[in-house]
Protein backbone atom coordinates (compact mmCIF):
# COMPACT_ATOMS: atom_id res chain seq x y z
CA UNK A 1 0.00 0.00 0.00
CA UNK A 2 1.08 2.93 -1.22
CA UNK A 3 0.42 6.32 0.95
CA UNK A 4 0.51 9.95 -0.83
CA UNK A 5 -1.06 13.38 0.60
CA UNK A 6 -2.86 15.36 -2.06
CA UNK A 7 -2.18 19.06 -0.63
CA UNK A 8 -4.01 21.85 -2.80
CA UNK A 9 -4.21 25.06 -3.40
CA UNK A 10 -5.86 27.46 -5.49
CA UNK A 11 -2.84 27.66 -8.41
CA UNK A 12 -2.67 23.26 -8.58
CA UNK A 13 -3.47 20.33 -8.16
CA UNK A 14 -1.48 17.90 -5.61
CA UNK A 15 0.95 19.01 -3.02
CA UNK A 16 1.45 22.94 -1.74
CA UNK A 17 0.51 24.87 -4.62
CA UNK A 18 2.52 26.34 -7.24
CA UNK A 19 1.69 26.79 -11.42
CA UNK A 20 3.12 23.14 -12.40
CA UNK A 21 1.95 19.89 -11.97
CA UNK A 22 3.49 18.40 -8.66
CA UNK A 23 4.26 14.87 -7.45
CA UNK A 24 1.81 13.72 -4.33
CA UNK A 25 3.06 14.09 -0.79
CA UNK A 26 5.61 16.32 -1.42
CA UNK A 27 5.20 20.37 -0.47
CA UNK A 28 6.62 22.40 -2.24
CA UNK A 29 6.44 25.74 -0.28
CA UNK A 30 5.35 26.51 3.19
CA UNK A 31 2.45 25.61 5.35
CA UNK A 32 0.50 29.10 5.29
CA UNK A 33 0.65 30.38 8.99
CA UNK A 34 -1.48 34.10 9.07
CA UNK A 35 -3.30 35.77 11.92
CA UNK A 36 -6.21 35.16 10.22
CA UNK A 37 -6.02 32.09 8.64
CA UNK A 38 -6.52 28.04 10.65
CA UNK A 39 -6.78 24.58 9.35
CA UNK A 40 -10.08 23.12 9.90
CA UNK A 41 -11.82 19.68 8.99
CA UNK A 42 -14.90 19.49 6.90
CA UNK A 43 -17.52 16.50 6.60
CA UNK A 44 -17.98 15.42 2.86
CA UNK A 45 -20.10 13.07 1.20
CA UNK A 46 -18.93 9.70 0.84
CA UNK A 47 -16.34 9.15 -2.27
CA UNK A 48 -16.57 13.22 -2.84
CA UNK A 49 -13.37 14.07 -1.50
CA UNK A 50 -11.34 14.23 -4.44
CA UNK A 51 -13.63 16.09 -6.12
CA UNK A 52 -14.39 18.51 -3.47
CA UNK A 53 -10.85 19.08 -3.10
CA UNK A 54 -10.42 20.43 -6.48
CA UNK A 55 -13.52 22.35 -6.57
CA UNK A 56 -12.06 23.81 -3.44
CA UNK A 57 -8.99 24.62 -5.53
CA UNK A 58 -10.37 25.68 -7.66
CA UNK A 59 -11.73 28.57 -5.58
CA UNK A 60 -8.39 29.01 -4.33
CA UNK A 61 -9.17 27.22 -0.80
CA UNK A 62 -5.96 25.28 0.23
CA UNK A 63 -6.76 22.17 1.22
CA UNK A 64 -5.47 18.76 2.19
CA UNK A 65 -6.88 15.07 1.46
CA UNK A 66 -4.33 12.42 2.64
CA UNK A 67 -4.51 9.58 0.26
CA UNK A 68 -3.42 6.05 -0.09
CA UNK A 69 -2.67 3.58 -3.14
CA UNK A 70 -4.80 0.05 -2.26
CA UNK A 71 -4.61 -2.61 -4.35
CA UNK A 72 -8.05 -4.19 -5.08
CA UNK A 73 -9.27 -7.86 -5.77
CA UNK A 74 -11.69 -8.54 -8.08
CA UNK A 75 -12.86 -12.19 -9.41
CA UNK A 76 -10.88 -11.77 -12.70
CA UNK A 77 -8.20 -8.69 -12.03
CA UNK A 78 -6.08 -6.62 -9.59
CA UNK A 79 -6.06 -3.24 -9.89
CA UNK A 80 -4.67 0.03 -7.70
CA UNK A 81 -7.13 2.73 -6.79
CA UNK A 82 -6.33 5.77 -5.23
CA UNK A 83 -8.99 6.41 -1.91
CA UNK A 84 -8.96 8.82 0.95
CA UNK A 85 -6.87 7.71 3.67
CA UNK A 86 -9.67 9.21 6.74
CA UNK A 87 -12.71 8.56 4.74
CA UNK A 88 -14.74 11.96 4.33
CA UNK A 89 -12.53 14.12 5.50
CA UNK A 90 -11.29 17.18 3.54
CA UNK A 91 -8.74 19.74 5.70
CA UNK A 92 -9.13 23.38 4.62
CA UNK A 93 -7.05 26.52 5.58
CA UNK A 94 -9.56 29.54 5.92
CA UNK A 95 -10.05 32.84 7.67
CA UNK A 96 -13.27 31.11 8.74
CA UNK A 97 -15.09 34.25 9.08
CA UNK A 98 -14.57 35.15 5.55
CA UNK A 99 -14.66 31.82 3.75
CA UNK A 100 -16.61 29.48 5.95
CA UNK A 101 -19.54 29.66 3.39
CA UNK A 102 -17.33 29.92 0.20
CA UNK A 103 -16.42 26.50 1.62
CA UNK A 104 -20.03 24.99 2.64
CA UNK A 105 -21.55 26.05 -0.69
CA UNK A 106 -19.95 23.29 -2.64
CA UNK A 107 -22.36 20.44 -3.32
CA UNK A 108 -20.92 17.29 -1.03
CA UNK A 109 -19.82 19.56 2.07
CA UNK A 110 -21.91 18.37 4.82
CA UNK A 111 -20.65 20.05 7.71
CA UNK A 112 -17.52 21.77 9.29
CA UNK A 113 -16.16 19.42 12.48
CA UNK A 114 -16.88 20.78 15.67
CA UNK A 115 -18.71 21.38 19.32
CA UNK A 116 -21.86 22.62 18.93
CA UNK A 117 -21.51 24.19 15.85
CA UNK A 118 -18.22 26.00 16.43
CA UNK A 119 -15.35 24.84 13.64
CA UNK A 120 -12.83 23.51 15.70
CA UNK A 121 -9.33 24.46 14.83
CA UNK A 122 -6.91 21.67 13.72
CA UNK A 123 -3.50 22.27 15.46
CA UNK A 124 -0.76 23.27 12.76
CA UNK A 125 0.90 20.23 13.57
CA UNK A 126 -1.36 17.80 13.15
CA UNK A 127 -1.26 18.74 9.50
CA UNK A 128 2.33 18.52 8.98
CA UNK A 129 2.31 15.43 11.19
CA UNK A 130 -0.44 14.24 8.16
CA UNK A 131 2.06 15.16 5.82
CA UNK A 132 4.67 13.28 7.39
CA UNK A 133 2.88 10.43 7.69
CA UNK A 134 1.98 10.70 3.86
CA UNK A 135 5.35 11.81 2.88
CA UNK A 136 7.24 9.56 4.49
CA UNK A 137 6.00 5.94 5.11
CA UNK A 138 4.07 3.46 3.13
CA UNK A 139 2.65 1.85 6.10
CA UNK A 140 0.30 4.16 7.63
CA UNK A 141 -3.37 3.16 7.51
CA UNK A 142 -6.30 4.23 9.26
CA UNK A 143 -7.15 3.00 12.92
CA UNK A 144 -11.26 2.83 14.21
CA UNK A 145 -10.06 3.43 17.77
CA UNK A 146 -7.18 4.00 19.93
CA UNK A 147 -5.43 0.72 21.47
CA UNK A 148 -4.09 0.54 24.81
CA UNK A 149 0.02 0.61 24.96
CA UNK A 150 2.74 2.30 26.06
CA UNK A 151 3.02 6.30 25.27
CA UNK A 152 5.96 7.21 23.37
CA UNK A 153 7.69 10.10 21.78
CA UNK A 154 10.03 9.29 18.57
CA UNK A 155 13.37 10.22 18.98
CA UNK A 156 15.15 9.88 15.19
CA UNK A 157 13.63 9.72 11.81
CA UNK A 158 11.45 11.93 9.72
CA UNK A 159 8.72 11.95 12.37
CA UNK A 160 11.11 12.59 15.27
CA UNK A 161 9.10 14.83 17.79
CA UNK A 162 5.64 12.95 17.22
CA UNK A 163 4.14 11.60 20.35
CA UNK A 164 1.65 8.57 20.16
CA UNK A 165 1.36 5.02 21.35
CA UNK A 166 2.76 2.02 20.27
CA UNK A 167 1.33 -1.52 19.42
CA UNK A 168 2.67 -4.61 18.13
CA UNK A 169 1.14 -5.92 14.99
CA UNK A 170 2.13 -9.44 13.39
CA UNK A 171 5.79 -8.92 14.75
CA UNK A 172 6.19 -5.25 13.76
CA UNK A 173 6.17 -1.87 15.39
CA UNK A 174 3.50 0.56 14.78
CA UNK A 175 3.16 4.51 16.24
CA UNK A 176 -0.65 5.51 16.92
CA UNK A 177 -0.85 9.07 16.25
CA UNK A 178 -4.26 10.35 17.74
CA UNK A 179 -5.95 13.65 16.38
CA UNK A 180 -7.55 14.85 18.68
CA UNK A 181 -8.95 17.95 17.06
CA UNK A 182 -10.89 15.30 14.43
CA UNK A 183 -10.85 12.00 17.42
CA UNK A 184 -9.46 10.07 14.83
CA UNK A 185 -6.60 7.45 14.82
CA UNK A 186 -3.56 6.86 12.00
CA UNK A 187 -1.09 4.39 12.27
CA UNK A 188 2.24 3.81 10.81
CA UNK A 189 5.22 1.03 10.69
CA UNK A 190 8.51 2.46 12.90
CA UNK A 191 11.56 1.22 13.96
CA UNK A 192 11.62 0.40 17.83
CA UNK A 193 14.91 2.02 18.19
CA UNK A 194 13.59 5.21 17.31
CA UNK A 195 11.00 5.14 20.16
CA UNK A 196 11.76 6.32 23.41
CA UNK A 197 8.85 6.07 26.54
CA UNK A 198 7.34 8.72 27.92
CA UNK A 199 7.01 8.22 31.81
Known amino acids: M ?6 STGTANITMSDPAPAHPGKIKAPFPSTDQKSWYA ?5 RHELTISDLLTQKGITNLV ?9 SDRRKKVTVPLIRGYVFVNIDISREKFVVLQNEGVVKF ?3 KGVPS ?3 EHEIRWLDLLTTHSDTARYEN ?14 FKGI ?3 IVETRNTSRLL ?3 ESISQVISVEIKPEYLKKIS
Do not use: N, T
Open 2 to 7: KVSGIL
Open 121 to 123: IIP
Open 42 to 46: IYVRS
Open 145 to 158: SLKVGQSVIVIAGP
Open 177 to 179: ISF
Open 163 to 165: RGQ
Open 113 to 115: IGI
Open 66 to 74: PVVDEIRQW
